[in-house]
């Protein structure tokens, strides 16, 4: 009776899967810093010849009606404020 067995799998085996994964890794890091330096300069220009107008946003406005600006009075208390509330505008006193 003749009895044989199969190896599957060995060192050498894994330290070229390894080897293998390494290369991808550093392939696929090598083009994108390429791209990068490739692309990085025609950005820059690109956004040195645009326009500053279209670059700054205006901030928006705090009021619900922008067109509309809120008048105020100054009042000033005739007594301590923690016994009278403060002269309104429209009272009589």
Same mark, same amino acid.
């Given at each position: 009776? #003749? ?8 060192? !050498?085996? #894994?330290? +070229?899967? #390894?080897? $293998?994964? /390494?290369? !991808?890794?550093? +392939?696929?890091?090598?083009v994108a810093v390429i791209g990068a330096?490739? &692309? ?5 220009? $690109?956004?040195?010849?645009?326009? /500053? $107008? ?5 901030? +928006?406005?705090?009021? @619900?009606? @922008?067109? %509309?600006?809120? %008048? $105020?009075? &100054? &009042? /000033?208390? /005739?007594?301590?404020?923690? %016994?009278?509330? @403060?002269?309104?505008l429209n009272s009589k006193r």
């Open positions: 009776m #003749l009895i044989t067995y199969r190896r599957t799998g060995s060192a !050498l085996g #894994l330290t +070229a899967g #390894l080897l $293998a994964v /390494t290369a !991808l890794t550093v +392939a696929v890091a090598a330096v490739v &692309v990085a300069p025609f950005a820059i220009l $690109a956004r040195a010849l645009r326009p /500053t $107008a279209r670059r700054t946003r205006r901030a +928006a406005s705090t009021s @619900p009606w @922008p067109g %509309e600006t809120i %008048e $105020a009075d &100054v &009042v /000033t208390a /005739t007594v301590p404020s923690d %016994e009278r509330d @403060p002269k309104r």
